[in-house]
Structures are given as C-alpha cells and as structure tokens.
C-alpha cells in the first residue's frame, strides 16, 4: 500500500511562516503609496481570508502608520438568499463597529444596499461592463 502526499500551499513553510509572510507582504504594500484600498467582502470564505490577514496587518502596523483608508464593501444584487443577504449586512455593522473600537482606517457602510445598473436575469450577457455601476464603490473611492 502506497501513501500519498496532499500537496500544500503551506508544505515548504508551514502555515504559520506563511502567514506572517503574507501579513509582511500587506503591510509593505499598504505603506507603498496613499491610495485608498477597496477590499470586495461576500462573507465567503475567500474574502473573509482577504479580509481577515488585512486586519491582523494592520493591527500590528503603529497607529501613525495606519493613515490609508480601507473600504469594505459589499452588494446586494436582490438574488441572494434573504438569509445570507441579512448575514453579510450584519458582518458589515460589526466590521464598522469592530475597526472603530480598534482604531483601524477600516471603513463599511451601514447597509450593503444595492444600486447601480442591476440587471434582470435576462439581460445581463447584453451589457457591457462599462454600464455596470456600483454606486456603493464610487461613494467608498469618492469619501
């Protein structure tokens, strides 16, 4: 009987070198310029990843360091579970309310409302994606 090997993105490492590496890398891209970062939040797993090794980074920068703002955004396009829809809107209160007690220039608005071109399910392969606005986005970038 032959045992195999899963191959792992941590193998080489480990998982903690890797995070702390990934943490590194945040912190200089963040110091590297002044413009505003946009972070995309669903309440997946993937963006929460996203989401989460931005905080820890931040969180570890000094204060004076932590001038750039960073908003979190999300959107609702009315096809979402009404479940998951009111999850990621709480998430969203509570990413405000937690970044603010913390003193971290993270940002989200109260309500991850919809808007913008939102496209019935018929139509949405007929518009380019220069129609499709978010205003949620330009008001984040433009604040």
Do not use: C
């Not at 890797?18 to 972070?39: H, T």
């Not at 979402?80 to 970044?99: G, H, K, L, T, Y």
């Not at 071109?117 to 008001?139: C, E, M, N, T």
């Amino acid at each position: 009987m032959t045992t195999t090997t899963k191959n792992s993105v941590f193998r080489e490492f480990g998982l903690k070198n890797m995070v702390e590496g990934l943490l590194e890398e945040i912190s200089v891209m963040y110091a590297s310029d002044e413009i505003p970062w946009v972070v995309g939040y669903s309440g997946g797993k993937d963006s929460t990843a996203v989401l989460q090794l931005i905080w820890m980074a931040l969180e570890r920068m000094p204060e004076e360091d932590r001038k750039k703002p960073v908003h979190v955004i999300t959107t609702d396009t009315l096809v979402e579970n009404p479940i998951v829809a009111a999850w990621v809107n709480r998430s969203m209160v509570r990413i405000r309310q937690s970044a603010n007690e913390s003193g971290l220039p993270i940002f989200s608005p109260a309500h991850a409302g919809s808007g913008g071109y939102f496209l019935g399910k018929s139509d949405w392969k007929r518009v380019s994606r220069a129609k499709v606005q978010i205003p949620l986005v330009y008001r984040a970038v433009e604040n």
